[in-house]
């Protein structure tokens, strides 16, 4: 019989790709071209199957143009790429990577959240200058992290990670908002503490923001939100551009209307700001907040894994690990 085929569409680890062509024939994308919608839609023709990253937009055209597509698997936690009823109405199964990353990202995100607080790349471009002379006693001073109080907007694994950190190796206070509360037994081991979002902005030293994006969270902080928070705070995105308003948010880091911020991810990446560009109380890195080796490993096996259970190979066949959409059309 056939293998089934399927594109990968992005360059990934070598050591998948032989994993995959085990199971698949597999078009891969060595030169790691990031295809536009078109190419992508012809790319796509004759495959099952697609392990995608957040660079592909898999929505009703993609899928309308691709009837025999049978599954797609994003290599990445978020899939706001993914128009999810789209597939799921067309029985289409659609996987993400959960779990593998959630350490490493929270990691990040604490390193961003103290390089902000803390000044650290402001002082270190300063002194790459050649403008570090002497000592005084205000240079670069910024804010404590240890016993702050630490908000968390989207209280997720990566979320509860970032508490768990703030909490038990920092001694930060926790408050947090999300849509659900978390049980008491998961809140108590690190004094966390559900809020409503105008307490949480309001009372945060350390803002980070994970929760997933979508047209609920778009622009979940703008002008409005900044206005409300410590002028001294910090706020720290990992989650996903668009979350923010970019533009109120270099407003606000210009006018000082917050002391700092520290940004993995923006509006219209990879084009950032020019506005955040010319700052210097912000802290930027290139959407890398899962980017460990063993990290980045883990996901793409788990993207592979995926598909291969989703194509019905392998010792998960018809049971992708990480199913997004449980009840596909046509899906048993
Ligand atoms: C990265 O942003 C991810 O969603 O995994």
Redesign the pocket.
């Known amino acids: 019989m056939d293998k089934p085929r399927v594109l990968v569409a992005r360059a990934i680890f070598p050591q998948v790709l032989d994993r995959l062509r085990e199971h698949f024939e597999v078009e891969a994308n060595p030169d790691d071209r990031i295809y536009d919608h078109a190419e992508l839609i012809r790319r796509l023709q004759g495959k099952q199957g697609a392990l995608t990253t957040?660079s592909e937009r898999i929505d009703a055209e993609v899928l309308d143009a691709n009837p025999q597509l049978r599954a797609v698997c994003n290599m990445?936690?978020?899939y706001n790429n993914f128009d999810l009823p789209a597939c799921t109405a067309r029985g289409v199964l659609a996987t993400n990577?959960p779990d593998v990353?959630t350490e490493t990202t929270a990691d990040f995100g604490f390193a961003l959240m103290m390089a902000a607080a803390r000044r650290i790349c402001e002082s270190e471009h300063f002194l790459r200058r050649g403008e570090w002379t002497r000592w005084s006693y205000d240079m670069f001073v910024g804010a404590d992290v240890h016993g702050a109080t630490l908000g968390i907007l989207g209280m997720g694994r990566i979320g509860q990670a970032i508490a768990r950190r703030g909490a038990l190796g920092f001694g930060m206070r926790v408050i947090y908002h999300n849509r659900s509360r978390l049980p008491a037994e998961q809140e108590s081991p690190i004094g966390a503490r559900w809020v409503d979002k105008a307490a949480l902005l309001r009372e945060a030293d350390h803002l980070v923001l994970v929760l997933p994006y979508g047209a609920q969270s778009h622009h979940a902080i703008g002008a409005a939100e900044l206005a409300q928070m410590k002028r001294s705070a910090t706020l720290t995105n990992l989650a996903r551009g668009g979350i923010v308003d970019d533009v109120a948010l270099a407003t606000a880091l210009r006018d000082r209307r917050i002391a700092a911020a520290g940004l993995d991810v923006f509006e219209n990446e990879p084009r950032v700001h020019p506005d955040l560009l010319a700052l210097s109380n912000v802290v930027l890195t290139p959407?890398i907040?899962?980017a460990s080796v063993a990290t980045r490993l883990a996901m793409a096996n788990l993207a592979a894994d995926n598909l291969i259970a989703a194509l019905g190979c392998g010792p998960d066949a018809g049971r992708p690990p990480s199913l997004l959409n449980p009840q596909p059309r046509g899906a048993d």
């Open positions: 957040g990445a936690v978020g990577t990353l959407h907040a899962s």
